[in-house]
């Protein structure tokens, strides 16, 4: 990206990496590993701003589903 003088990175997290466990649920690798993300991207984001690599994360938040 740097070599094309810009680009775009989208990483997928999820709202469960900005707060603790919800009442109920015991998924503490999960919420650590979305947070790594988050974190991840903030500091990429910040790194590689001036070479004009815009680097955001999606969070969706909670849908029923097999895992839930």
């Known amino acids: 990206m740097r ?3 810009g680009g775009r ?3 997928i997290a999820s709202i469960a990496g900005l707060g603790g466990n919800p009442r109920g649920m015991e998924t503490i690798a999960y919420n650590t590993s979305k947070g790594a993300v988050i974190n991840f991207t903030r500091a990429l ?3 590689w ?3 004009n ?3 955001n994360a999606i969070c ?3 849908f029923p589903s097999k895992m839930t």
């Open 45 to 47: 984001a910040a790194e």
């Open 60 to 62: 969706p938040g909670f």
């Open 9 to 11: 990175i989208i990483n």
């Open 53 to 55: 690599i815009n680097v």
């Open 3 to 5: 070599s094309r003088d």
């Open 49 to 51: 701003g001036k070479h």
